[in-house]
């Protein structure tokens, strides 16, 4: 089973590869008209690249798996 399929139930944003890029390095990245989620699925080129939260337009990350 495919990371993204088994959390399909959680909100998913998809960043390119300068966002995959900084939150790498444990960075927050701006993310606009996104709404506050206490966890989302963050996807690069439809692979899981980070777990993290949205706080007043900030993503910021939880666990990452790029970089």
Request: charged share 20%; aromatic share 4%.
């Amino acid at each position: 089973l495919d990371p993204l399929t088994a959390l399909a139930h959680l909100p998913r944003i998809d960043v390119d590869a300068a966002g995959a890029a900084t939150l790498g390095f444990g960075k927050a990245l701006e993310v606009a008209e996104t709404p506050d989620a206490e966890l989302v699925a963050v996807a690069w080129d439809d692979t899981l690249a980070a777990l993290g939260s949205v706080e007043g337009g900030l993503l910021k990350p939880r666990k990452v798996f790029v970089g």
